[in-house]
């Protein structure tokens, strides 16, 4: 091979290698309801309700949020288990958002998942060497050594011993099954795995082992991971970047370090403050917890404007009429708020509190509550006065809030 032979094939290496393996654009799934001896649709479950972010090759993406916000929704519709209603999935470059059974049959060996439960995965009527050797029968591939010395191989690598080849699910615990799942996963070599909740159902003490063996199977294998998690610890712990979602959404996708260390939307600030500091000292100190204000609103009648306005503390009249797209705040970190924490105010002409606001800032620590009324005055400080234009926005900003407050003293007012 000539020189200029080899460089354009470094190129093109490169090429694919800067390009993400998994883009997502404008995903939807509505669960139709369906009443009356016609059965017609009177509604909708809204479970994922129009998401767009990109997994890079060899990069571990957490997924994170309350129950019922379209995790798992969005997990089965990548791996393509789920049907989309809208929107587009390409992966490596190709489209794969309506390829029927035939179709998807060469990327199931590209695209695994990881179920989150270690005991209705698994078939209690098959043996162990069946439920692994399973992806090399369906698919067709015949691995070299034969399938039971390839399954007794992953069965060890994954840390189980090459014996339980003939055992049934029932004979192991709940870390071991779920390692029994992992095998199954990478049986066929993919190139990226989805895992739901995968040390969920496990031990605390089982956890650790399960996590590391991931990592440790990443670098071997140079896999891809999306997982999907309510642990902030583990995803922290094993993530390069998160999505926060809240309701069907995507509310910030940042890299891990910028996430932790200074979160832009409430939402994540509200989960970040959930997470326990196992630090002796701070027993007696005095907890900055956040409490939410009520449960995530249905996904049948998902609220107007900003889906989370109706327990944020920072929530205005711009929040519930306007929805905030999800833009770059800063380099790596998207972000959909009007009122973003630790950053310039997306909408400061907007001041006046909602009900829902006050009624959800009464659960917010006084620490909080001023840290956040403090944030973007403290960013437009640092950024000092430029011009006479923003002297001018912040006059009329004053302006405003002297207004809100004239309001709030007539009679009638609230």
Known sequence: MSETDTRAGTTAVTDDDDKPLLKVEGLVKHFPIKKGLLQRQVGAVKAVDGIDFEVRRGETLGVVGESGCGKSTMGRLITRLLEPSGGKIEFDGTDITHLGTSGMRPFRRDVQMIFQDPYGSLNPRHTIGTIVSAPFRLQGVEPEGGVKQEVQRLLELVGLSPEHYNRYPHEFSGGQRQRIGIARALALKPRMVVADEPVSALDVSIQAQVVNLMDDLQDELGLTYVIIAHDLSVVRHVSDRIAVMYLG?????????????????????ALLSAVPIPDPRRRAAKSERILLRGDVPSPIAPPSGCRFHTRCWKATQICKSTEPPL??????????????ENFEDQAPQDTVLLSAAKEAAALVADEVLAESAQTSAAVAAEKGPESSREGAETEAEASVEEAADSAS??????
């Open 409 to 414: 003293k007539e009679p009638g007012g609230k």
């Open 249 to 269: 959404k995507i509310v910030e996708l940042a890299d891990r370090g910028s996430l932790y260390a200074s979160p832009m939307h409430p939402y994540t600030k």
């Open 327 to 340: 833009i770059e705040l800063r380099p790596g970190q998207r972000v959909a708020c009007h009122h973003p």
